[in-house]
Every structure is written in C-alpha cells, then in structure tokens.
C-alpha cells in the first residue's frame, strides 16, 4: 500500500506540465526538426496520448533524453527552471564575453555542465549560472 501512495504522490507533482510538439521540441533543443525526429525516433520516445493531429511528447519524456535525474523532475520548484530553453554555446559566449570554442572546451573539460543531444552541446542556464554566481 505505501508503493501506492508514492505512486499517488508523483502523479500530482507531474500534473498540469505540458506536452511539445516536435517543433516546440525543435525550438528548445535549438537544433533543426529533422534531428529531433532521429533523436526521438533512435530513443524510442513514443507520442503522449491526446486529441491533437500532429504528434506531442510528454514533458517527462523530454527531460529524460535531457537526462534530467527523476528527483529533480518531481520538485515542482525546479520546475519553472527545467521548462526553459537550452543554450548552445554560442549563447553563453556572447553572455560571457568569450569565444564559443572556450565554453566547448570548458564542456569537454567538465568545467562546467553540459549535455550532448544529437551530437550537439547544450547547456542548462540555471546550472551555469548557479556556478558562476559561486565564484
């Protein structure tokens, strides 16, 4: 019975999320549709049931090829910071006054936390910046 209540529990930390369309997706990841379709399509991410026409992906489904740890997607405080867009490293070159190939290489050298998806680096700005306001 306790299994059940734990059950109960993270269903109702999960309800109200929304479900992307593969160009909501696209946006996003900032990568091009056609690599979404591979990268869901490799993963075997399956359409969330639902009355619209064109496929829509659950949210969960989503962080997990982000690989977002399950803990973090249950904290409805992190949600607000989960929900928004990844940067490329272009984006947080410009931000930092530096060379995207200096925020690849700190990538590479797991100076800072990053994410590969599709073969591109992707960085969450709530991470980054938690680690520069530290210094």
């Not at 160009?23 to 990268?39: G, K, M, Y």
């Not at 090829?65 to 928004?84: F, I, K, N, S, T």
């Amino acid at each position: 019975m306790k299994r059940l209540s734990t059950l109960r529990t993270n269903s109702a930390a999960l309800t109200g999320l929304p479900s992307l369309s593969q160009t909501q997706i696209s946006n996003r990841w900032q990568l091009h549709p056609d690599t979404v379709r591979r990268v869901l399509r490799e993963l075997s991410i399956r359409p969330a049931p639902g009355p619209w026409k064109r496929p829509r992906y659950a949210i969960t489904d989503v962080w997990r090829v982000e690989r977002v740890p399950h803990a973090e997607m249950l904290d409805q405080d992190q949600h607000p910071a989960l929900l928004e867009p990844l940067l490329t490293g272009k984006d947080l070159a410009a931000e930092f006054g530096c060379v995207p190939a200096t925020i690849r290489n700190y990538a590479r050298d797991n100076i800072i936390p990053s994410l590969r998806i599709g073969g591109s680096i992707r960085f969450r700005k709530h991470q980054i910046q938690g680690l520069f306001d530290a210094v």
